[in-house]
């Protein structure tokens, strides 16, 4: 039973303080939805998805070199953490957007050279 018994063990350092790091990510796309939300009226239905993608990379880039820039260590992680999730969001709304849909935003011509 002496394997059981954890009353002998001394914690010899005091835990680091939380992260907050499901706070700071469900701020930040509160943020962008918000965003998303304010930019509808701002531009073409067919210019929605590709601004939303620009935005949450930019967005997650910014995260990203705040990240580099914090030189606490739980925090640091965090922040690379809300980064590369952003990141992932945007890959995952990208593959929506349609060929047809960014040819038009282009100004691509239906004429052969």
Same mark, same amino acid.
């Given at each position: 039973m002496a394997l059981l018994d954890r009353s002998q063990?001394?914690?010899t350092t005091e835990r680091a303080s939380p992260a907050h790091g499901?706070?700071?990510t469900a701020g930040i796309l509160l943020a962008a939805l918000v965003t998303a939300l304010a930019i509808r009226n701002l &531009?073409?239905?067919d210019a929605l998805a590709p601004v939303i993608v620009?935005?949450?990379f930019?967005?997650?880039a910014a995260t990203a070199v705040?990240?580099?820039l914090c030189r606490a260590g739980p925090f640091r992680m965090a922040w690379f953490e809300i980064a590369g999730g952003l990141t992932f969001i945007? &890959?995952?709304l990208s593959v929506l957007i349609e060929p047809e849909q960014l040819m038009r935003l282009c100004g691509a011509s239906d004429q052969s050279e």
């Amino acid at each position: 039973m002496a394997l059981l018994d954890r009353s002998q063990i001394v914690r010899t350092t005091e835990r680091a303080s939380p992260a907050h790091g499901k706070e700071l990510t469900a701020g930040i796309l509160l943020a962008a939805l918000v965003t998303a939300l304010a930019i509808r009226n701002l &531009v073409p239905t067919d210019a929605l998805a590709p601004v939303i993608v620009t935005l949450l990379f930019a967005v997650g880039a910014a995260t990203a070199v705040l990240a580099l820039l914090c030189r606490a260590g739980p925090f640091r992680m965090a922040w690379f953490e809300i980064a590369g999730g952003l990141t992932f969001i945007g &890959v995952v709304l990208s593959v929506l957007i349609e060929p047809e849909q960014l040819m038009r935003l282009c100004g691509a011509s239906d004429q052969s050279e």
